[in-house]
Every structure is written in C-alpha cells, then in structure tokens.
C-alpha cells in the first residue's frame, strides 16, 4: 500500500522478474526538500553487491528531479549495515551525514526498541548524482 501510494518515492529492483530489493519513501511533509527512506531491504542472496546504493541512486535521481536536495532516514546504532549505506551515499555525494537522535528508548513501549538516529543527508543536487552514480541505475 505504500509503494502504491508512495510510488513515484520507491524502487522495486528484480532479478529474472523476482523481487531482489526494494525502499519505500516518502517525500517528508515537513521538509519537502527531502525524501525519506522509511524502509530499504536487499534479499540476503543480493546483499554486499551494491545493490542498496543502486536503488538509491535511482530515488536520488527521481528525487533531483522532482526539485529535491536530501535524503533522511533513521538508523539504529545496531544496524551497521545500514549505516555504511547511508554513509556511503553521503560521501560518493560529497556532502554532509548529519546524524542526531530522532527517537530515544523511551519513545517505544517496553524500553526494548533501540534508540533511532535520524541521518539527514544533503544538500545536493542534480549534478552531484550524476557525479556519484553515473551508470549506476537500471542495471
Ligand atoms: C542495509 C541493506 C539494505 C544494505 O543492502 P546491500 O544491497 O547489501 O547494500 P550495498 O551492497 O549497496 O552496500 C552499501 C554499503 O554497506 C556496506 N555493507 C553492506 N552490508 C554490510 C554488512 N553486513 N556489514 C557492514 N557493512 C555492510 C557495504 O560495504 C557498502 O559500503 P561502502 O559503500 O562503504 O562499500 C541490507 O543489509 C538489508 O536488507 N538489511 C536488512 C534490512 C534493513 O536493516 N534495512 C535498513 C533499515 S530500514
């Protein structure tokens, strides 16, 4: 129902016609300046072969495009995978990875959810895309 509604916001990449990833994000009502990632999983036969960083360049192109200029998303600090992504989407961006607390324990129920960060990736533009992913999409 999200990517339906948040099409234009999410990618969906597939081997052989099969699912292999996908994010689902959303421009964010507050800052429509960014998108933001609410959820991007590789399946574990396609993880560490980029992938992740693809599908991100195919939201980053959409998004620059579409008059954007950064990226959001939250983290736990347990999730160093998805740390490296985002952090790696920064650097071949050339720009900044803020990273500050967004959600403490005490915002879930139990005390058991980890803390989550929220990295706020930007500003960039179309040219740093093309700069970072040049041929990186559509593969
Ligand atoms: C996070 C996730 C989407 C990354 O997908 P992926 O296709 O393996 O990512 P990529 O191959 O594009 O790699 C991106 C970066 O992460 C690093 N990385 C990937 N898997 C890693 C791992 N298990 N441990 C450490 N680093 C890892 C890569 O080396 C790369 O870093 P680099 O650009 O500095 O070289 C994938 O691990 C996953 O689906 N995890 C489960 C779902 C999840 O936790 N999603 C995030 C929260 S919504």
């Given at each position: 129902m999200m990517a339906h509604f948040f099409a234009d916001t999410s990618v969906l990449a597939e081997d052989n016609g099969e699912p292999a990833g996908f994010i689902v994000g959303f421009r964010m009502p507050?800052?429509?300046e960014s998108v933001f990632v609410w959820q991007v999983a590789t399946s574990p036969d396609f993880r560490g072969r980029g992938l992740a960083t693809s599908m991100m360049a195919e939201l980053l192109q959409r998004h620059v495009e579409a008059g954007g200029s950064y990226l959001e998303a939250t983290v736990t600090p347990s999730n160093t995978a998805s740390q490296r992504l985002f952090r790696g989407v920064a650097e071949k961006l050339g720009v900044a990875c803020n990273e500050t607390?967004?959600?403490?324990?005490?915002?879930?129920?139990?005390?058991?959810h980890e803390e989550e960060h929220l990295f706020r990736i930007g500003p960039f533009d179309a040219g740093d895309v093309h700069r970072a992913f040049a041929g990186a999409t559509k593969n």
């Amino acid at each position: 129902m999200m990517a339906h509604f948040f099409a234009d916001t999410s990618v969906l990449a597939e081997d052989n016609g099969e699912p292999a990833g996908f994010i689902v994000g959303f421009r964010m009502p507050p800052r429509p300046e960014s998108v933001f990632v609410w959820q991007v999983a590789t399946s574990p036969d396609f993880r560490g072969r980029g992938l992740a960083t693809s599908m991100m360049a195919e939201l980053l192109q959409r998004h620059v495009e579409a008059g954007g200029s950064y990226l959001e998303a939250t983290v736990t600090p347990s999730n160093t995978a998805s740390q490296r992504l985002f952090r790696g989407v920064a650097e071949k961006l050339g720009v900044a990875c803020n990273e500050t607390l967004e959600f403490a324990r005490d915002h879930f129920p139990g005390g058991e959810h980890e803390e989550e960060h929220l990295f706020r990736i930007g500003p960039f533009d179309a040219g740093d895309v093309h700069r970072a992913f040049a041929g990186a999409t559509k593969n």
